[in-house]
């Protein structure tokens, strides 16, 4: 288990892999994905890649706004019964 980069310094690339702990932060596990490259070392969870930058059309903006299939409005009639007094 890989709490901090130095714990891959008992990793032997040639018959283990490494697992990093779920409760390393952000910044901690980019310096062990960053000491494992280097030492090259296989990580059962890196994470996810992040996008340097993500650029989006106008296109895609409204489609993400907009719900996908959106509910026609119906107009509210009072039930049988009941009648304004």
């Known amino acids: 288990m890989i709490r901090r980069p130095q714990d891959l310094e008992a ?47 106008p296109k895609e903006e409204e489609e993400a706004a907009e719900p996908a299939n959106p509910e026609p409005e119906q107009e509210l009639k009072p039930r049988e019964g009941e009648g304004s007094k």
């Open 11 to 57: 990793v032997d690339p040639k018959i283990n892999v490494g697992r990093i702990a779920h409760t390393v932060g952000e910044s901690k596990r980019l310096l062990i994905l960053d000491e494992a490259e280097r030492r090259g070392i296989r990580l059962l969870n890196p994470g996810r890649k992040k996008e340097v930058s993500a650029v989006t059309t």
